[in-house]
């Protein structure tokens, strides 16, 4: 990495907000309906928001009431390659609108209920790779 390119790097990670995410903040705020937009709102002021994983993983052993999946929640595709692409392609479109400093949560269903490797798979999904952290 050349030394330009290096303290570009540096500057942008220490900026005290990341130019991405401002302007996702800016696209999150002017989405918001204006009757939330009171000066203690945070989301797209100061936070994009978290995030949680959607239809990903919905199966499910437990009985919690109420519970907001749909009668067809256990009947749906589980395996892990379907689960991780899925897992995959949320994380880069969260990136996206997002930007390079949000977080999510891989929810959905009982997740404990992938086998381990599968499991430790689609969190590794959700990690910054060289492709979408901040630059």
């Keep these: ?5 290096l303290l570009r790097s540096v500057e942008l990670l220490t900026r005290p907000v990341h130019p991405e995410s401002r302007a996702a903040m800016d696209q999150r705020w002017a989405g918001l309906p204006g ?13 994009v928001g978290c995030e949680g994983t959607h ?7 437990l009985t919690c009431s109420p519970c907001y999946h749909s009668a067809d929640a256990n009947k749906v595709r589980i395996d892990g390659g379907h689960t ?3 897992v995959r392609k949320q994380m880069e479109f969260l990136r996206r609108v997002r930007g390079p400093r ?10 404990s209920l992938l086998p381990a490797r599968d499991h430790a798979a689609a969190l ?3 990690q910054p790779t060289a492709a979408n952290r901040c630059p």
């Excluded at 009757?35 to 936070?47: C, D, E, F, W």
């Excluded at 239809?55 to 052993?61: A, T």
């Excluded at 949000?102 to 929810?107: E, P």
Aim: with cysteine; hydrophobic share 50%.
């Design 102 to 111: 949000a977080h999510a949560q891989l929810i959905g269903g009982e997740v």
């Design 35 to 47: 009757h939330v937009k009171t000066p203690a709102q945070l989301l797209g002021r100061s936070a």
């Design 1 to 5: 990495m050349k030394i330009p390119a």
């Design 55 to 61: 239809g990903v993983f919905p199966k499910c052993n």
């Design 84 to 86: 991780v692409a899925a």
């Design 124 to 126: 590794e999904a959700m």
